[in-house]
Structures are given as C-alpha cells and as structure tokens.
C-alpha cells in the first residue's frame, strides 16, 4: 500500500496570511480551490517516510527562532499569479532540510527553492493578465512572519493536516512541536 505523499508548508502567522486567503478565494477557481493561501516548501516527499520527515524537521527547527519574510513582488505564472517571497532564513532552512532528506524529494523540490503564494491558477492567461497588471499597480511590500512547518499528507486535491512544527519565539520561550492530525 502506498501512502500519500508528503508536503510540507511554512507556517504563517494567521494575520499575516489573512489577505492572501481573501484574494484566493475571490481569483481561484472554485472547483479547483481545496486549500487556503499557503507557501509550499516542499511538495513531495515519501508518504512512508512521514514519521523520519518530523523527527529530521524538529531536529533541524531546535536551535532555529521564528523570522520575518519580505512579500517582494507580484509574479505571473502563465495562468495564474502569486505573490513573491524573499527571506535568507528560509532559503537557508529549505536547503539544509533538502541535504538532512536525501533522495527523499520529488524532482520539483530538486529545481531552484522561489518561495511564493499563489492566489491565483489555472486560468486563462488574458484572465491573469487583468489579475497581474491590477495587483502590480497597488502592489507595496510587506512582511510576514513564519513560525514553524506545517506537514501535510496529499490526497488527490484536498489536504490533510498532519502536524506543526513550531520555531522558538524571538523570547525562546517555546520549543518545536507537533501536533496531531487537524484541519
């Protein structure tokens, strides 16, 4: 039997995310749109390897405290857009994540780590056009903070939440964790 597989997000601070959730749901095919606004670090590991992928993330995340990330820019993704996302710490955190993994990444988490959030996909392209040039003339940068990874198992469309692991606060008052199975 083989397990779904595994996906791994940054975890936003709620707020932050919030205005990103609101421009999905407006831009995002319904019939299409399972998830809420979300920045995929990693989109396919093996579904059996879940329990080794948690203890290698709690590991990596122990001596690691949450982080602002810059949303930078608007990208056009042919047939949708998504916001753009700099920050050294996740590049950094991403890359060593894909050494401690192995052979466990898909081919899409070998190409080039562009952290971003896409609101909209799967459109026509005169479609995400109007979206691009709309947001690109009132487009500002701003920050948003990550505190953690959240875990994921793929099934076919929808997702299914299996754990958070948390980054220490700026006052290293609390340490990694899990959770179990939620949303």
């Not at 947001?135 to 997702?159: A, H, N, Q, V």
């Given at each position: 039997?083989?397990?779904?597989p595994?996906?791994?997000?940054?975890?936003?601070?709620?707020?932050?995310?919030?205005?990103?959730?609101?421009?999905?749901?407006?831009?995002?095919?319904?019939?299409?749109?399972?998830?809420?606004?979300?920045?995929?670090?990693?989109?396919?590991?093996?579904?059996?390897?879940?329990?080794?992928?948690?203890?290698?993330?709690?590991?990596?995340?122990?001596?690691?405290?949450?982080?602002?990330?810059?949303?930078?820019?608007?990208?056009?993704?042919?047939?949708?857009?998504?916001?753009?996302?700099?920050?050294?710490?996740?590049?950094?955190?991403?890359?060593?994540?894909?050494?401690?993994?192995?052979?466990?990444?898909?081919?899409?988490?070998?190409?080039?780590?562009?952290?971003?959030?896409?609101?909209?996909?799967?459109?026509?392209?005169?479609?995400?056009?109007?979206?691009?040039f709309?947001?690109?003339?009132?487009?500002?940068?701003?920050?948003?903070?990550?505190?953690?990874?959240?875990?994921?198992?793929?099934?076919?469309?929808?997702?299914?939440?299996?754990?958070?692991m948390?980054?220490?606060?700026?006052?290293?008052?609390?340490?990694?964790?899990?959770?179990?199975?939620?949303?």
């Open positions: 039997m083989t397990l779904p595994v996906i791994i997000t940054a975890h936003v601070e709620a707020d932050d995310m919030e205005p990103f959730d609101r421009l999905r749901q407006a831009h995002f095919p319904p019939a299409r749109n399972f998830l809420k606004a979300h920045v995929t670090v990693f989109h396919h590991l093996p579904g059996q390897r879940l329990a080794a992928v948690k203890e290698i993330l709690a590991e990596t995340l122990l001596e690691r405290t949450d982080f602002l990330a810059t949303i930078s820019g608007i990208q056009h993704l042919g047939a949708g857009v998504a916001f753009k996302i700099e920050s050294p710490e996740l590049q950094e955190l991403r890359a060593e994540l894909v050494r401690r993994f192995g052979s466990w990444p898909g081919p899409q988490d070998l190409q080039k780590f562009r952290p971003h959030i896409t609101i909209q996909n799967k459109v026509s392209r005169a479609k995400a056009d109007q979206l691009f709309e947001l690109t003339s009132r487009f500002e940068p701003k920050s948003i903070r990550m505190t953690g990874l959240d875990l994921w198992s793929y099934l076919g469309g929808p997702w299914r939440h299996e754990g958070l948390s980054l220490s606060d700026r006052e290293g008052q609390s340490q990694p964790q899990s959770s179990g199975a939620g949303h």
